[in-house]
T-cell receptor, first 114, second 114 residues
Framework: DAEITQSPRHKITETGRQVTLACHQT?????MFWYRQDLGHGLRLIHYSYGVQDTNKGEVSDGYSVSRSNTEDLPLTLESAASSQTSVYFC?????????????FGAGTRLSVL | AQSVTQLDSQVPVFEEAPVELRCNYSSSVSVYLFWYVQYPNQGLQLLLKYLSGSTLVKGINGFEAEFNKSQTSFHLRKPSVHISDTAEYFCAVSESESNYKLTFGKGTLLTVNP
């Protein structure tokens, strides 16, 4: 079955280190999204991509970057991790061709920055 | 810009009681509306969606929601809840067709007690 997978599921890192979270989908979806989930804030959009070589900033993009070199993957990089980036990160994808904007989510990555 | 307000952050109910989770949105254009559910330590999964047509939509697990354009609301209901419905519920809005992003509310934690 097609799916969307995130790795690692849990990560502990130190302040100042570079961290990359992986997201891989096998649906051949054009659209991919990264969110962070924090108590009291719901899900906030970090970055998104509508196709290969396309990337866009979301509402909370500072300190994060993404690259889209193929359809399947959208890795999220924290350039220099900060304690404020301790959160649960979700990747999602959707199919432009269906015109319904339904997003399918991965299981999440819990990141702790110490 | 679109926004979503979930009026209750927590809703405790007893098993077999009815429940309504409230969602209001603001947007200057026609919208697509969604309810997602998140069980503990999992990603989000689609519960139901409104794209067009009938204002009463039915989803999985016996949930339904009604789109009310004049009140800009999309409240979620279930006539009789089960312990297994305990989860966080997110309302989301998307501007139609070419804007693929979702804007999420902050979530409502539904706790079903025996």
């Amino acid at each position: 079955d097609a799916e969307i997978t995130q790795s690692p599921r849990h990560k502990i890192t130190e302040t100042g280190r570079q961290v990359t979270l992986a997201c891989h989908q096998t649906w051949n979806h054009n659209n991919m999204f990264w969110y962070r989930q924090d108590l009291g804030h719901g899900l906030r959009l970090i970055h998104y991509s509508y196709g290969v070589q396309d990337t866009n900033k979301g509402e909370v993009s500072d300190g994060y970057s993404v690259s889209r070199s193929n359809t399947e993957d959208l890795p999220l990089t924290l350039e220099s991790a900060a304690s404020s980036q301790t959160s649960v990160y979700f990747c999602a994808s959707s199919d432009q061709r269906q015109g319904e904007n339904i997003q399918y989510f991965g299981a999440g990555t819990r990141l702790s920055v110490l | 810009a679109q926004s979503v307000t979930q009026l209750d952050s927590q809703v405790p109910v007893f098993e077999e009681a009815p429940v309504e989770l409230r969602c209001n949105y603001s947007s200057s254009v026609s919208v697509y509306l969604f309810w997602y559910v998140q069980y503990p330590n999992q990603g989000l999964q689609l519960l139901l969606k409104y794209l067009s047509g009938s204002t009463l939509v039915k989803g999985i697990n016996g949930f339904e929601a009604e789109f009310n354009k004049s009140q800009t609301s999309f409240h979620l209901r279930k006539p009789s809840v089960h312990i297994s419905d305990t989860a966080e519920y997110f309302c989301a809005v998307s501007e139609s067709e070419s804007n693929y992003k979702l804007t999420f509310g902050k979530g409502t934690l539904l706790t079903v007690n025996p």
